[in-house]
């Protein structure tokens, strides 16, 4: 299966499953970004998604995740091995 996971954020983060040309699923919801997070690593490791189908504001989370750590971190990150 060709399935994307993205988080959106609309006043709380939104995991969203995409299956590119067919298919959107809504796979939660949370107020608070290391939940959303432990939900992400969740589904991925349980379907199979690598990190490069992972995204967030535009970017694969690893990228994103590993940018706000030089930048001084806007949100916490979590290692994907650590859920």
């Known amino acids: 299966m060709d399935l994307q996971l993205y988080i ?5 983060f939104y995991l969203v499953g995409v299956v590119p040309g067919k298919e ?6 949370s107020p608070q970004w ?4 432990d939900k992400v690593f969740q589904y991925a490791s349980n379907l199979s998604v690598p990190d490069d189908r992972i995204f ?3 970017k694969t989370l690893r990228t994103f995740l590993s ?3 030089e930048n001084g971190s806007s949100h916490p990150s979590i290692e ?3 859920v």
Do not use: A, D
């Open 24 to 29: 959107v699923y809504f796979l939660g919801h």
């Open 8 to 12: 959106k954020e609309q006043g709380e």
């Open 67 to 69: 940018q706000e750590t």
């Open 34 to 37: 290391e939940s959303i997070l």
């Open 56 to 58: 967030y504001r535009g």
């Open 80 to 82: 994907r091995n650590s």
